[in-house]
């Protein structure tokens, strides 16, 4: 499956954003899904992920209460809801895809999408 994350962009702090991770290739619905993100200088990090029928959702601590992922599986995408949000947030923001389970580790992830740069202005 190829994925290909967009929506990012510059924004002040409070405001929102919706991240969109379209899938091509297979449908997604066989798949765990999930947003990280990688701020300059440190290592990519959990946001969200959620299961293959969208009815179970797990969140970073930083994001919780301000970020919500869901998915539409009719139409092969993901999404990520940024409310409320904060200059550390700022980082580039990948969607990723695995088979196996439900999990926070990147590296248990086999699909990748391109990244898209969020930039939060304080």
């Known amino acids: 499956v190829q994925l290909q994350a967009f929506g990012g962009g510059l924004v002040q702090a409070g405001g929102s954003l919706r991240l969109s991770c379209a899938a091509s290739?297979?449908?997604?619905?066989?798949?765990?899904m999930g947003w990280f993100r990688q701020a300059p200088g440190k290592e990519r990090e959990f946001v969200a992920t959620?299961?293959?029928?969208?009815?179970?959702?797990n969140y970073a601590d930083s994001v919780k209460g301000r970020f919500t992922i869901s998915r539409d599986n009719a139409k092969n995408t993901v999404y990520l809801q940024m409310n409320s949000l904060k200059p550390e947030d700022t980082a580039v923001y990948y969607c990723?895809?695995?088979?196996?389970?439900?999990?926070?580790?990147?590296?248990?992830?086999?699909?990748w999408g391109q990244g898209t740069l969020v930039t939060v202005s304080s």
């Open positions: 959620v299961s293959r029928d969208g009815g179970v959702t």
């Open positions: 990723a895809g695995n088979y196996l389970k439900f999990t926070v580790v990147p590296g248990d992830y086999n699909y």
């Open positions: 290739g297979r449908t997604i619905g066989r798949y765990y």
